[in-house]
């Protein structure tokens, strides 16, 4: 059984109305392809942790959702279906505003078992050249 938060309950219902059907179909897919995740909320949005440690996530604004993984950098995409986020590590499927706009149900449970994997094998997440390191 998936290791539900509530609190995403609660993201999910005060999220636009368009954005419900998208949120809650994308976590009911990553329970599907990774019985084992676990729901969280950082950074304010809705993620999903793997062997302890951050996999996916997804979030709402006014007129779209975004998907994304938190080792989009190091993922297989034979679909060339993500889209690096600016100078992060992170890659999604972009702007979603519809459920149409999303990749079939078979090719989105192909990226989170690519998750799943780069998760378990530690990836190392690229570092990017161009971002400077803040002194501490």
């Not at 676990?38 to 950074?43: A, F, L, S, V």
């Not at 297989?76 to 600016?86: E, M, Q, R, S």
């Not at 078979?106 to 989170?112: D, G, S």
Request: positive net charge.
């Amino acid at each position: 059984m998936p290791k539900i938060d509530e609190r995403i309950d609660l993201y999910i219902t005060a999220s636009a109305e368009f954005a419900q059907p998208i949120l809650s179909h994308l976590r009911k897919l990553v329970h599907a392809a990774c019985p084992k995740a676990e729901e969280t909320i950082k950074w304010g949005m809705p993620c999903f942790e793997y062997s302890g440690k951050m996999m996916c996530y997804m979030t709402s604004f006014k007129q779209h959702c975004v998907f994304g993984f938190y080792k989009g950098d190091v993922m297989a995409d034979p679909h060339k279906a993500l889209t690096i986020v600016g100078k992060t590590a992170m890659a999604t499927f972009g702007k979603i505003s519809h459920l149409s706009d999303l990749p079939t149900d078979k090719i989105i449970k192909e990226y989170i078992k690519e998750a799943m994997k780069q998760t378990e094998e530690n990836a190392a997440i690229k570092k990017n050249p161009a971002k400077k390191q803040v002194p501490k």
